[in-house]
């Protein structure tokens, strides 16, 4: 089984910065992608910022020069840095890693971790 533990969400004021943590542990194998999302309420699930194993990302226009992603391949987490946040930056930002185990290749999510992004 592999689990993903976000951290590091929490409140800020307009303009501010947060750093979010996301630790992949279990029995895996290899991972493709690892990446962001988020859903804010009363919306779809969006994605935020994607890394393949290559380290290539596609960001989502949103945030284009204000979020950078991260990751630290030894100890299978990546980060999200976010800068210049704005109150539509809200929502739940979920850790989402597309790996392979024993039982094969699927998507991962973990369990969320709110931003709220006061004005």
């Known amino acids: 089984q592999v689990h993903l533990v976000e951290s590091g969400g929490g409140l800020v004021q307009a303009g501010g910065s947060l750093r979010l943590s996301c630790a992949a542990s279990g029995s895996i194998i290899s991972i493709k992608a690892m990446g962001w999302y988020r859903q804010a309420p009363g919306k779809q699930r969006e994605l935020v910022v994607r890394m393949l194993s290559d380290g290539s990302t596609n960001y989502a226009d949103s945030v284009k020069g204000r979020f950078t992603i991260s990751r630290d391949n030894a100890k299978n987490t990546v980060f999200l840095q976010m800068n210049s946040l704005k109150p539509e930056d809200t929502a739940v930002y979920y850790c989402?890693?597309?790996?392979?185990?024993?039982?094969?290749?699927?998507?991962?999510w973990g369990q969320g971790t709110p931003v709220t992004v006061s004005s």
């Open positions: 989402n890693g597309d790996m392979t185990n024993l039982l094969g290749r699927r998507d991962y």
